[in-house]
């Protein structure tokens, strides 16, 4: 009939009937249905319920599970069963597993900084105590630096050893690889470049044993290596390796500390900041940019030596803060009971020392404004000033496209630099001479859209109401106090300074803005004065110096009257240098450049705090303190005696 065929057997009585044994069925059976016409025609069937009770019969109890199941199932599970317990008794008679051995660099991986550091920082007490091995012996003589090793035998063949030549250098690890107990691989770092050290026991010498030698070495110790040049021979690298071939490995100074591993790096910007050290230890960039500073530096000093300027160095500590406009630092001189103001520029001691006869003078030294931190200001700065006599803005212009785009030459090897903003926009800087050159106050007027009052009334109440107009006007806010200088600086970085992409002067500043500054010999009320921007920032200023001084007194008072309108960064008045200006200073150019600020641009930094080894930075509250190596070792502060100060 094609159906399958349930049996079920008949009701005989209104009790329920008698159920048949226990039956193995298929998970996915679905009892029949007693209303199926079918199923009732089965269940009438005497002859069926026999032939169903008779099948029942001739199935075999399985003990373990209970089942009924035919003789040939219950055959199956009894041989499987066997075959079971025979696999367990064989695994139970075998030896136990030997646990497989790990090195102690394994262990020490799986442990928090804090584990590691407290381990480490035990055992190398221990080598302290024992000085088995000196954990920081005074001396290992140097003969080649890793940069000269792998210049002089770049050349090696591959197989090629050269073991009557001994090298000893030195480095930090960086990672440690073993082959067997007699084989190590070290990749040794120092001066930015990396070099391998390969360690053969058959070439160990020296009275410890290489087992000893290499027992105690971790990935960030500084060690000394005694060995011989060649090239490895790998099956897998056609060209081999440039190796140092030890024959001794001396501990100099170890690591206490687990060093970020090489995949993931030290990236968090604030903890580099904070621990420049390590920063400097993973990061080659950031190396790389302290090595372009200390070239920038280097070249500014020799530019100005060779065209017979004097370097000189003027006090930090100043009676009064002169020089420029900004806010000072206070300190308190305790001997003398006065208060000292930490200088926000040399400008007026280097005047004093042009009147005095030293007539090409110039200062790279820091500088200190108590102002605010962002990507391009930092409060203590570092600035290179140079004054020379008998020169004016215009000179000093022509000589600072000539500094400027030879030492991008020299730095970059080209004219052109690329520089990141902080969003990730690239832009391109040509810093060929000739730079372009533009008038403040005509370019105001274009942007604005207005008439400027003329030079000799930029000073006024009534350009100071016209300037709040403007503002206004074009919708820029200016924080108080609302005064003129203020203002029209204001305007200017607004309208002017963020189209000075590539080297641009700005120059023609009225009077008031520039108290150190000749007036302008063809436009009243400016003065000669030009300050040079790059991407939007300022990164020099320079003018004809003012050397009149009854023009100079009234240009200070000027100032005094600012501060009196609530402007902090307006500049006292300086008896000491308008008395010098009494003396005669004879017609000068003065310049002055924020060093930081150009090694930003030709290391594309956009924050002043990666060019800056130790930048300021705000304490760290929420960071626990640490404890120190002696701490976790239990070592006991040794008693001093007080040595006098004399």
Not at 115 to 137: A, D, G, H, L
Request: aromatic share 8%.
């Amino acid at each position: 009939m094609g159906r399958e065929t349930y049996i079920v057997a008949p009701a005989q009585s209104d009790a329920p009937p008698s159920l048949p044994p226990k039956i193995s069925c298929p998970s996915n059976f679905i009892p029949p249905s007693t209303s199926d016409p079918f199923v009732t025609t089965i269940m009438s069937d005497p002859n069926a319920v026999k032939e169903a009770e008779a099948s029942m019969a001739n199935l075999l109890l399985d003990e373990v599970t209970g089942e009924k199941v035919s003789k040939s199932e219950l055959k199956r599970r009894q041989k499987l069963r066997e075959k079971e317990a025979k696999k367990k008794e064989k695994e139970a008679a075998a030896p136990p597993k030997a646990e497989k051995k790990t090195s102690a660099e394994d262990d020490e991986a799986n442990l928090t900084p804090n584990q590691y550091f407290e381990i480490r920082s035990k055992k190398v007490q221990k080598m302290r105590e024992t000085k088995n091995p000196n954990p920081y012996p005074h001396k290992f003589q140097v003969t080649n630096d890793l940069r000269e090793f792998l210049k002089e035998y770049e050349g090696l063949q591959k197989g090629e050893q050269k073991p009557e030549v001994t090298v000893r250098i030195a480095g930090r690890i960086f990672t440690k690889r073993a082959s067997g107990n007699k084989l190590i691989f070290y990749d040794l770092r120092a001066e930015g470049v990396k070099v391998q050290v390969m360690c053969q026991a058959q070439n160990a010498t020296g009275s410890v044993s290489f087992e000893d030698q290499h027992e105690h070495l971790r990935r960030g110790d500084i060690i000394g290596i005694v060995g011989f040049p060649g090239r490895t021979a790998p099956k897998n690298r056609p060209d081999g390796e440039l190796s140092i071939f030890a024959t001794e490995v001396i501990l100099l100074s170890p690591c206490l500390h687990a060093i970020p591993s090489e995949h993931y790096g030290f990236q968090d910007k604030e903890q580099r900041y904070r621990q420049r050290y390590l920063d400097l230890i993973m990061n080659d960039r950031s190396r790389n940019i302290f090595r372009t500073r200390a070239k920038i530096i280097t070249y500014m000093r020799s530019y100005f030596d060779k065209r017979d300027f004097t370097e000189v160095e003027t006090p930090m500590m100043n009676a009064i803060a002169g020089g420029a406009t900004a806010k000072p630092f206070v300190t308190h001189h305790n001997d003398l009971d006065m208060n000292l103001f930490m200088r926000i520029a040399p400008e007026l001691y280097l005047k004093m020392l042009i009147v005095g006869g030293l007539e090409r003078v110039y200062e790279i030294g820091r500088q200190f404004r108590n102002e605010g931190i962002d990507l391009t200001h930092n409060p203590e700065f570092t600035t290179c000033e140079f004054y020379q006599a008998y020169a004016d803005m215009y000179d000093l212009m022509d000589l600072t496209e000539d500094l400027v785009s030879g030492l991008v030459k020299h730095v970059t090897g080209g004219y052109e630099t690329t520089f990141h903003t902080q969003t990730g926009e690239a832009h391109t800087i040509n810093w060929k001479a000739p730079w372009r050159r533009v008038e403040m106050i005509p370019a105001l007027e274009e942007a604005c859209g207005e008439k400027f009052p003329p030079g000799t009334e930029l000073h006024t109440q009534e350009t100071n109401e016209f300037l709040k107009k403007i503002l206004k006007k074009m919708n820029v806010e200016c924080s108080p106090p609302l005064t003129n200088a203020r203002m029209l600086d204001k305007l200017v970085g607004e309208f002017i300074e963020d189209t000075c992409q590539n080297p641009t002067f700005i120059m023609g500043h009225p009077q008031m803005m520039s108290p150190l500054a000749k007036y302008h010999r063809d436009h009243p009320g400016l003065c000669e004065r030009f300050e040079a921007f790059v991407m939007g920032k300022e990164i020099c200023n320079s003018y004809t110096e003012l050397n009149d001084p009854f023009d100079q007194r009234m240009r200070f008072e000027e100032q005094a009257n600012q501060k009196s309108q609530g402007d902090d960064e307006a500049q006292l008045i300086d008896e000491t240098f308008c008395q010098s200006l009494e003396y005669g200073l004879p017609p000068t150019g003065g310049w002055g450049m924020g060093i930081d600020r150009l090694v930003m641009f030709l290391t594309d930094s956009y924050s002043i705090k990666e060019v800056l080894a130790f930048p300021m930075m705000k304490d760290d509250k929420t960071a626990a303190e640490p404890k120190s190596a002696a701490e976790v070792a239990g070592i006991e502060p040794s008693p001093e005696e007080g040595i006098p100060h004399k």
